[in-house]
């Protein structure tokens, strides 16, 4: 299955990487886990899961999905089992929710994060297996005191920063990012708004493990031309995707712009 990261968005002018990924014909979709944690306290967390699969195959599937919670070190926390049947070309959306005990919080100061590891058996067979990196941690903005990040009013101290390494150019070297990001840790900022355009998922992982919030624009061209630049995202914003392409996760009469918002959330 092709991996939509190449993409190129007119103004700034990013290149991504294109990743060819060979799987079963059941497997966990592009992007298709979705991890969040609605109540978190000092005593346990609830992680919500929704996992999407695809089947591929000419036939019926009949599976299990397992998600297993790992902490830091590697060992599990907890783990859930369901069981269903995918029909054949369909894809499919299974929800569960766990318990964390004692959860350790994502945090600026101490970016704890765990991986769920999400296992598709066939006949007890593993056909597919999807790491998902995650922190557990609770935000909240309010109207006279800013951004909250457990529990703590925390100030954004960080910098806008475009997505080229210099010299290196606008390749998403991960290394050059994690210099960069630790670079700036040292100067005691914790954010980075991305100007103007989705950010690298190399820079979304290095800040996750670095501790560093991001603020991820999209685009600075909507319907009209920025400073006169005629050639900017303004040409794409209403213009639909073209019959035909078959880029993941592109529908029929959607536009570009409703498709970058899609795929960079």
Sequence with gaps: KKQPNSRWYAGCGIYRNVRLVTTSELFVDYS??????PQVNEEYATVDIA???CNHSALPQSFTLRNTILNARGSEQTSTLESATIEAGETLELS??????DPKLWDTDS???YTMISSVE?????VDEYPTKFG???IEFRADTGFWLNGRNVKLKGVCMHHDQGSLGA???ARAIERQVQILKDMGCNSIRVTHNPAADELIEICNKEGILVIDDFFDGWHRAKNGNYNDYSVWFARQIE????ILGAENGMYWSEFDLKATI
């Design 171 to 173: 390749e998403a070297y």
């Design 122 to 126: 066939v006949d007890g067979k593993v």
């Design 111 to 113: 970016p704890y994060l």
């Design 32 to 37: 298709g886990t979705y991890i969040t944690t």
């Design 96 to 101: 569960m929710s766990l318990k964390l005990e």
């Design 136 to 138: 557990v941690r609770t």
């Design 51 to 53: 996992v999407t699969l």
């Design 243 to 246: 019959s035909g392409n078959q």
